[in-house]
C-alpha cells in the first residue's frame, strides 16, 4: 500500500487541516517526519486532537525542529542532519494506510542536496496536493502541477482550501489532475467539523486511492 503524502503549493495553504480531514476520512495512520518549529504545537498534537475514529495512529516525529523555518536551516541550529535516506529508513511499521505530511512546498530544501520532492520520490508515494484559493494560487498551483508531472509522480488529486473566488476547475482541468474537493473556511475547527468534512471528502478519496 503506497504511502498518501500530503504536500502544498506553498507555507501556510492548510496542510495540516488537510492531513487532519484524510487522516480522518480513511482512518489512517499520520505522520509529520519533520517539524520545523512547535512554539504554538505541532502538528501532529493537532491532527491527535482532530481525530475522532480509533484506528488512526498518530506517530512521532522523527526531527522535531525548533526554529520555524526551512529544514535546511532549522536542522543545523540543533547540530542535526536531514537525510532522505533516515526518513525512509524510519518509516513507520503499519497495516494501515499512512498519511505523510510534508514541510512547506515540492521543493523545500531539507539539506544542500535533497527536497520534499526527493523523499516523495523515494518513498514511492502517492500526493494529494493542497492548494489555497487566494490571489497568486492558480501560478502557484501549476507551477507545483508541472514539477509533478515532469517528474512523473502518482497524484491523487487536489484539495483547496480557502474561499476566494473559485480556480478549482480550471485548476484541475489544465493540471490534468483530478479535483478531490473544497473545504470552506472553517469558522470553528473540532473534531466534530473535521469528521464532518471527512464524510464529505471520503467518496471521492475512497474512489480514486
Known sequence: MKPIFITGT?????????????TESLEADYWKPVQAGYAAGTDSLFVEKMISNTHTKVHAE????????????????????????EIAANLPVTNNQLI???????????????????????????????????????????????????????VAGWIFTGDYMHYENEIAGWSGFPLIGRIKHLSV????????QALKLQPMLKSIL
Request: net charge positive; proline share 5%.
Open 10 to 22: 506553498g507555507t501556510d495553504v492548510g496542510k495540516t487541516l488537510i492531513s487532519a480531514i484524510v
Open 62 to 85: 522523527l526531527y522535531k525542529l525548533k526554529l520555524p523555518a526551512s529544514p535546511h536551516l532549522a536542522a543545523p541550529a540543533e547540530g542535526k542532519e536531514i537525510t532522505v535516506r
Open 100 to 154: 505523510i505530511e510534508g514541510a512547506g512546498g515540492l521543493l523545500v530544501p531539507l539539506n544542500p542536496q535533497e527536497t520534499i520532492l526527493t523523499l516523495i520520490k523515494n518513498l514511492n508515494a502517492k500526493v494529494i496536493i493542497v492548494s489555497k484559493n487566494e490571489l497568486g494560487s492558480i501560478n502557484h498551483s501549476l507551477l507545483t502541477a508541472a514539477v509533478l508531472s515532469h517528474e512523473k509522480i502518482d
Open 189 to 196: 475547527i473540532s473534531k466534530e467539523t473535521i469528521k464532518e
